[in-house]
């Protein structure tokens, strides 16, 4: 957050947006793979109130929107997409 805080005050005279995503438990071919998969699985979706993990979509629609001319006034940001797991 440091690193996107900091670009965003150097890259803005340029009229340069940085921010940042941060992604919480994506369902992936690789993930299901993990040892410890149904466990982490039945975890998250107890702390979490969207009743679903997330998927690679979910990632990708997030990082649309601030790569837009329509989040062009929008820097310094971090976009949690978690679920809502850390909104608290």
């Known amino acids: 957050m440091g690193l996107t805080k900091a670009l965003s005050y150097e890259e803005g005279k340029f009229n340069i947006t940085v921010n940042a995503i941060a992604p919480g438990f994506v369902e992936t071919e690789m993930m299901r ?3 410890a998969y149904d466990q982490i699985r039945e975890k998250w979706l107890k702390a979490t109130p969207l009743p679903r993990l997330g998927v ?8 649309l929107f601030p790569a837009s001319e329509r989040a062009g006034f929008i820097t310094g940001e971090l976009l949690h997409v978690t679920g809502g797991r850390y909104s608290n």
């Not at 690679?56 to 990082?63: E, H, L, R, S």
């Open 33 to 35: 793979k993990l040892p």
């Open 56 to 63: 690679p979509g979910d990632i990708a629609d997030a990082v």
